[in-house]
Nanobody, 115 residues
Framework: QVQLVESGGGLVQPGGSLELSCKASGSTASIYIMGWYRQAPGKSRELVQTITRAGMTNTADSVKGRVTISRDDAKSTVQLHMHSLRPEDTAVYYC?????????WGQGIQVTVSA
């Protein structure tokens, strides 16, 4: 079992930056993928960016060039730095972990981009 706790969300103005953090606890030694998804009101949950243990990333086209992901396996953490934020980035952001064959999700953290 893996537990995930997110932090760092909030209100940011368009064009601003924000960093999300997620700490995993429990059985973290074999975590393969860590990353972030998001869900806007009335929409399905979608990929933002993920990173494998080897450092390979998978990024949504909608955020390419505006997000950077990093992970620290010693601390079992993953961070998502977002810049040039747009109102359409407003969503609940979920930390995600794959510990094959299991998926784990955080409870979600609100990010609101608004003037």
């Amino acid at each position: 079992q893996v537990q995930l706790v997110e932090s760092g969300g909030g209100l940011v103005q368009p064009g601003g930056s924000l960093e999300l953090s997620c700490k995993a606890s429990g059985s973290t030694a074999s975590i393969y993928i860590m990353g972030w998804y998001r869900q806007a009101p009335g929409k399905s949950r979608e990929l933002v960016q993920t990173i494998t243990r080897a450092g390979m990333t998978n990024t949504a086209d909608s955020v390419k060039g505006r997000v950077t992901i990093s992970r620290d396996d010693a601390k079992s953490t993953v961070q998502l730095h977002m810049h040039s934020l747009r109102p359409e980035d407003t969503a609940v952001y979920y930390c995600y972990v794959e510990d094959t064959p299991y998926d784990y999700w955080g409870q979600g953290i609100q990010v609101t981009v608004s003037a």
